[in-house]
């Protein structure tokens, strides 16, 4: 086997395999023979064919059928020899001369980048200190009882948080509009649902009273021909209902797990809760900070091949994720998230590489066990993801995530910054 390798632009390379041909022609002549035992040709007996007509008959689909295994075969140990780490699956031409004995192919492809793996010496990384007091414990509670929120009709006129039951016909210039009409919506009065300041002229009113409401689209308003533009609403209300909110009682105990009313115990597991929220979110704000540094101090030239690549990966997520609405985002959408992984990509393999790194079965199963803590029965998701040899490699992948970024830390200069629980996980108040 003789190979040569040319250098293209940029990370592109031009492989030529030439195979010996002694070597092709005896693998073709014992794929003829096979051939011989069953084809079947008109005038001929059935293993009676000659060679010279099975090489006319079969001789070009065969020698491809050799030349296709080959390339199988060869291009790894090709790229081997010459020293070529290739990034996608290469574009393959044959090139078969069999009067001149010539088997050879020509492989393109692009190759992985050199990197020189700098470290974080001289970046600064923000490390948040935080802890969750016993007034983010009472307002989480406050929140707990909101998503538990009844409603009860009263005769008054409706306020801010109340819901309210309204029909409606909008229309702009006097013509109905698409979206602009309903019957019996229920509306929670300062959500922010419909356009500024049309919940606010709602206010006051009572059921069965009815009201015109004039209100403005936002200039960014994803119905383009909506955005900018002034609509008259007219409003029947025709029910108001308060919020009611429930009582930190043996019930409401209950339906969060503490059979026994402890109000003591459901605390602690809602501090609990909060305390493992806090630790995620200021290990991935450390997290990003170290990849966004190991980004800047290693720049890469990047295979196209894989930012192609990683565009579909994109696009197949966004697809699955919206429906069919985003089929026609061009790959431009994608290609800075695109680029930005295949960078991360590549780096954080060269991290590893470079200083070893790979998860002990400890730290797998420690965060295995993190994992599984926010669960009711932790043990069945331990067993859940140790069934699986490829649900655990998700979490074999955040752990080694772990050790790439202890690793990078060690040369960076980290400073703390003390914070709130409540600014760290974006609750209100934060």
């Known amino acids: 086997m003789r190979v040569t390798v040319e250098a293209g632009a940029g990370l592109s390379r031009r492989m030529t395999v030439e195979l010996p041909a002694d070597d092709v022609e005896r693998q073709v002549d014992r794929r003829l023979r096979d051939v011989a035992r069953k084809a079947r040709l008109p005038g001929f007996r059935p293993g009676k064919i000659p060679m010279p007509v099975l090489r006319r008959r079969f001789g070009a689909g065969v020698r491809g059928e050799v030349l296709g295994e080959l390339v199988q075969s060869t291009f790894p140990r090709a790229v081997a020899e010459q020293a070529l780490r290739p990034a996608g699956r290469p574009e393959i031409?044959?090139?078969?001369?069999?009067?001149?004995?010539?088997?050879?192919?020509?492989?393109?492809?692009?190759?992985?980048?050199?990197?020189?793996?700098?470290?974080?010496?001289?970046?600064?990384?923000?490390?948040?200190?935080?802890?969750?007091?016993?007034?983010?414990?009472?307002?989480?509670?406050?929140?707990?009882?909101?998503?538990?929120?009844?409603?009860?009709?009263?005769?008054?006129?409706?306020?801010?948080?109340?819901?309210?039951?309204?029909?409606?016909?909008?229309?702009?210039?006097?013509?109905?509009?698409?979206?602009?009409?309903?019957?019996?919506?229920?509306?929670r009065l300062g959500s922010g649902g419909f356009p500024p300041g049309f919940e606010q002229q709602i206010e006051g009113a009572a059921a069965g009273a009815e009201r015109l409401v004039v209100a403005t689209f936002p200039e960014d308003h994803q119905n383009e021909r909506l955005a900018g533009r002034a609509a008259q609403f007219k409003v029947r209300v025709e029910a108001v209902a308060e919020p009611r909110l429930p009582s930190v009682d043996a019930d409401f105990l209950a339906a969060f797990g503490v059979a026994d009313g402890e109000i003591a115990q459901f605390r602690a597991e809602v501090r609990a809760n909060m305390e493992r929220e806090l630790h995620q979110r200021i290990k991935a704000a450390v997290t990003t900070q170290v990849m966004d540094a190991l980004i800047e101090a290693n720049p890469v030239e990047l295979p196209a091949v894989l930012v192609a690549e990683e565009i579909q990966t994109l696009k197949g997520q966004a697809r699955e994720s919206a429906g069919s609405s985003n089929k026609d985002l061009p790959d431009e959408h994608f290609a800075e998230s695109a680029e930005r992984r295949v960078k991360l990509g590549l780096v954080v393999a060269e991290v590893v590489?470079?200083?070893?790194?790979?998860?002990?079965?400890?730290?797998?199963?420690?965060?295995?066990?993190?994992?599984?803590?926010?669960?009711?029965?932790?043990?069945?998701?331990?067993?859940?993801?140790?069934?699986?040899?490829?649900?655990?490699?998700?979490?074999?992948?955040?752990?080694?995530?772990?050790?790439?970024?202890?690793?990078?830390?060690?040369?960076?200069?980290?400073?703390?910054?003390?914070?709130?629980?409540?600014?760290?996980?974006?609750q209100p108040g934060g």
């Open 93 to 187: 031409e044959p090139d078969i001369d069999a009067e001149s004995r010539r088997y050879a192919y020509t492989a393109r492809f692009e190759v992985l980048p050199e990197i020189a793996l700098n470290d974080l010496s001289g970046k600064r990384i923000v490390r948040p200190v935080a802890e969750v007091t016993d007034a983010d414990v009472d307002a989480m509670i406050e929140r707990l009882r909101e998503q538990r929120t009844t409603f009860a009709e009263v005769a008054r006129g409706a306020q801010a948080g109340d819901r309210v039951t309204v029909s409606y016909a909008g229309s702009i210039d006097g013509e109905p509009f698409d979206g602009g009409s309903a019957e019996h919506r229920p509306l």
């Open 353 to 426: 590489k470079r200083h070893d790194l790979s998860p002990s079965a400890e730290r797998v199963r420690a965060l295995v066990e993190e994992l599984a803590a926010t669960y009711e029965r932790p043990d069945d998701i331990v067993n859940y993801y140790y069934a699986d040899p490829r649900r655990l490699s998700s979490v074999e992948a955040l752990a080694l995530e772990e050790l790439v970024v202890e690793r990078m830390l060690a040369s960076a200069e980290v400073a703390e910054e003390p914070g709130s629980f409540a600014a760290l996980t974006g």
